[in-house]
């Protein structure tokens, strides 16, 4: 592909840092489209190659997206289709091809020349399908069917369920919002590499699993290496679809035995992994990780065996043109750096499966991250089955990434309004966290953040009191607050008790609103939403920031808070950013306040 083709795609860059192949051919730009509400797509076949569709679209955006060329737009459409036709690269032919989908929402049919080739249901996980057998010479058909109804079922995060917007939640996103692509494998395919890093025993052991049973011994070969210097290479055989390596990491004679990965020095190994069946490559993926280690011990969180107090913003990583969907990489890292500069460490991203190269930035840049599970809004059977499906596609996607120290499958009781008491409920939120601990025993999990918690290794609570003298009471007693309430909501339901080794958080607090900055055009005149009364100038600003923020470092059991939040999103006028990422005050001045307000830093790390 020439320059000048893969610059005019949008989103060119491949989306996995942390899952590379050498072959990548991006399936971004312009999509022929259609809207389907009378369902009779299928009925008339528009899936055989060759029927054309109406409209066009640009992908990964959706259609309620001005980047879509089709919207903005807050109209429900439940069932559209998208068609574009491809050639397998030259470098891909005589290989098995893997047709790779980042995120659609929510329901996808996948067809190849006609052929349904796969299927797939989650708003947020990625899917890959191996459509080999459908291709042909020449040009291939591509064409998908994807049905995203208001199904309340669904883990939607901040998508409204019905038209317009609500409160603080937006418009939604239906079909392709992620990056398309293609690459290409042997007769067998590394399906995950997944690196636990132990920094006790200077060491990490890498899961590799392949897609399929070997119908021969295979050979894996992994190459470590950081500042582009080997540092081990590792051979061994492989039998089995599942290979786990130890790999010791130790340089002799090096001053640091090992490069740890940390919020202010955050070192990266590079590790490829190939399989091999005798001379010939299988398979070879490239991943990287970070040596680095959390925990909680007696109600304080540990990083790298040193206590550390998180500094976090709420961030819902929307974009006035293209909503979920970052409307390019550089915009990602813009994201990232703000974070730092307004004097961050750390960032929890609100109902929201991150694009990759979010985590990927972070990483680079030292950032601490939380992953949140979008919530679902009606309870039923089906409902927790399918957040436990989105949560295991989450730690899956992402296991590699050491910027995410936390987990947050459940937010504010939504979707189990009734967990206080409802036992089932109540087991649906301690399935979650227990499924969170199955599958990564490396982080924490925050069970249920917000209030009416079951099993979790933070006692996180929000509380957007208006003044720094109503926190200090609402938290004057941890041992009240936890048996009781900080301000409205039960801590913990009615069945769960605090074990006393849980770190206390306040996850949510402040949620500071202009009058007058920061609105848009179309939200002039509507309804915005925030919290308490609007201040109306900088200053107020930071008497109010100020008030609150060293109200909840004052508190002598409080190891870190969140605030609300990084950027506004629609009506939704509490950003520190406009929704252009314009900061609506002095950023140094804020950031003196908020990692040192009285000559004094508060961060351990």
């Known amino acids: 592909m020439s320059e000048s083709a893969v610059h005019s795609i949008p989103r060119p860059e491949h989306p996995r840092p942390d899952f590379m192949r050498d072959t990548f051919a991006n399936l971004n730009g312009e999509w022929q489209f259609a809207f389907d509400d ?87 996980t990625p899917f890959a399908i191996d459509i080999t057998n459908a291709l042909t010479q020449g040009d291939n058909d591509l064409c998908l069917r994807v049905e995203d109804y208001p199904d309340c079922t669904q883990p939607r995060g901040k998508q409204y369920w019905a038209q ?82 130890p790999v010791d990491l130790i340089v002799n004679g090096a001053l640091e035995s090992v490069h740890l990965w940390a919020p202010n020095h955050p070192e990266l190994y590079d590790l490829d992994v190939a399989v091999y069946q005798g001379d010939a490559l299988v398979d070879k993926v490239h991943t990287y990780f970070g040596m680095r280690k959390v925990e909680v011990r007696s109600g304080k969180v540990y990083f790298n065996n040193c206590p550390i107090y998180q500094r976090l913003i709420l961030d819902q990583g929307y974009w006035s043109d293209s909503l979920l969907t970052p409307p390019s990489d550089d915009a990602i890292r813009q994201d990232v750096e703000y974070t730092l500069k307004f004097g961050y460490n750390g960032a929890r991203k609100h109902q929201k499966l991150e694009d990759p190269r979010y985590y990927y930035w972070a990483d680079k840049l030292g950032l601490l991250v939380w992953g949140e599970v979008p919530s679902a809004y009606d309870f039923t059977d089906e409902t927790s089955a399918n957040l436990a499906e989105t949560l295991t596609g989450f730690i899956g996607r992402d296991f590699n990434h050491p910027s995410i120290i936390a987990w947050v499958p459940m937010n504010e009781s939504w979707g189990v309004r009734q967990v206080f008491t409802d036992k089932r409920q109540q087991a649906t939120c301690d399935m979650l966290y227990t499924l969170t601990k199955a599958l990564d025993g490396t982080r924490l999990c925050s069970g249920n953040d917000g209030w009416e918690q079951g099993k979790t290794d933070i006692c996180a609570l929000h509380d957007y009191a208006a003044d720094g003298a109503d926190l200090l009471d609402h938290f004057s007693s941890r041992e009240a607050v936890e048996t009781h309430a900080c301000d409205w909501r039960p801590c913990y339901t009615d069945s769960a008790k605090p074990t006393g080794d849980e770190a206390f958080m306040v996850t949510e607090y402040g949620g500071i ?5 920061g609105l848009q055009g179309e939200m002039c005149g509507m309804q915005t939403w925030g919290y308490h009364d609007k201040v109306t100038d900088e200053e107020a600003f930071f008497e109010r920031f100020a008030s609150v923020t060293n109200a909840i470092r004052a508190i002598p059991y409080c190891q870190g808070y969140c605030y609300t939040q990084l950027t506004d999103v629609m009506q939704e006028v509490n950003g520190l950013l406009t929704p252009d990422r314009q900061p609506k005050m002095d950023v140094e001045r804020f950031a003196s306040i908020n990692i040192n307000p009285d000559g004094k830093t508060n961060q351990v790390i």
């Open 164 to 245: 317009g917007l609500m409160g603080c939640w937006y418009t939604p996103v239906t079909g392709i919002w992620q990056t398309v692509y293609l690459d290409a494998v042997g007769e067998n395919d590394i399906r995950t590499v997944h690196v636990t890093p132990d920094i006790d025993r200077h060491m990490f052991t890498a899961e590799i699993i392949l897609s399929r049973m070997p119908c021969a011994e295979l050979r894996a070969e992994l190459t470590v290496s950081i500042h582009d210097k080997v540092v081990r290479r590792v051979s061994t055989s492989m039998n089995d679809r599942v290979l786990r390596v």
């Open 513 to 517: 609103a202009f009058t007058n900055i």
């Open 38 to 124: 009378a369902d009779e797509g299928l009925r008339a076949q528009w899936y055989l190659a060759g029927k054309q569709l109406p409209l066009t679209i640009q992908v990964p955006f959706a259609y309620q997206t001005k980047l879509s060329g089709i919207g903005p737009t807050d109209e429900i459409h439940p069932i559209v289709w998208y068609r574009r036709s491809f050639r397998v690269p030259q470098e891909m032919e005589g290989k098995r091809v893997l047709l790779h989908f980042g995120a659609v929402d929510y329901a996808a049919r996948v067809y190849v020349n006609g052929q349904l080739t796969g299927e797939h249901k989650g708003g947020y």
